[in-house]
């Protein structure tokens, strides 16, 4: 009977985690605390000035980033191992009602640096100077919050996990012995922590190393197998993408996964 009510408490245990799962994820990023900082804007009504970027994305308008991103200050941008998350704004209309658009706030991305400016000092023109936490957001998605004459606002901001539709992209670039991979729309954490590659003529997974932005890189010889990777974002998830690149690919190609971080 003791054991018979073991398995019983084993079956009940494994039915309780797979619910947890199901509702939440495994280590699924919540939402932090409201934390105060400042926000300008840059790049244009368009913003075409906001293309490239330190995270490496390029064309945002193409990945799919669109106009609601920002450049973060070196205190949030994490040597580039924050490209990719994603930050909810609202202007701080207790500290500055002239400038602030009421009732409003806005999601964005992380998808550049805004580097400090030592000649000047961080209340006056150095806003990215550490140790200050700073958005410098693209025009439209600081205009969905503040006023455009007030130039920098107050803001209160918390990350949040990154919705995105469709599966994570991995972009192949680099040479032989130097793969040098992109990954575009990652969803929840939306940040990268760990990544290793397996190609289909290696038995072994092999450790990637962080290059800059969201590219990581392997120096093995791979070119021309199918890749599969293995993937761990900031939240501690891991998923693995069994042959999303196929043999025979070349330098410059983007290949979309069925896969996506919940």
Request: proline residues 5%; glycine residues 14%.
């Amino acid at each position: 009977m003791a054991g018979v009510a073991r398995m019983l408490a084993a079956v009940v245990c494994a039915i309780m985690a797979a619910a947890a799962m199901a509702a939440g994820g495994v280590g699924a990023l919540e939402p932090s605390g409201w934390v105060r900082a400042h926000a300008t804007f840059y790049g244009g009504a368009d913003a075409s000035g906001t293309m490239g970027g330190a995270c490496g994305y390029g064309n945002l308008y193409a990945q799919g980033y669109g106009t609601r991103t920002a450049a973060l200050s070196t205190a949030l941008f994490n040597d580039g191992l924050a490209c990719g998350q994603c930050y909810k704004l609202v202007c701080d209309r207790k500290t500055d009602r002239t400038w602030c658009k009421p009732g409003v706030s806005v999601t964005i991305t992380a998808t550049n640096f805004c580097p400090p400016n030592w000649d000047l000092p961080s209340d006056s023109g150095g806003w990215g100077n550490p140790p200050r936490p700073h958005f410098d957001m693209a025009q439209p998605a600081w205009e969905k919050i503040g006023i455009y004459r007030g130039g920098i606002i107050p803001v209160i901001y918390q990350r949040v996990p990154c919705m995105k539709k469709g599966g994570v992209r991995f972009t192949i670039n680099g040479h032989d012995y130097f793969q040098l991979v992109l990954l575009t729309n990652v969803g929840a954490a939306g940040s990268i922590k760990a990544m290793d590659v397996k190609g289909s003529k290696s038995p072994d997974w092999m450790a990637m190393a962080h290059n800059w932005g969201a590219q990581w890189h392997s120096l093995a010889y791979l070119t021309g197998q199918g890749l599969s990777f293995r993937v761990t974002i900031t939240d501690g998830q891991t998923l693995v993408f069994p042959n999303v690149v196929r043999p025979g690919w070349r330098f410059g190609q983007t290949f979309a996964s069925n896969l996506q971080f919940k």
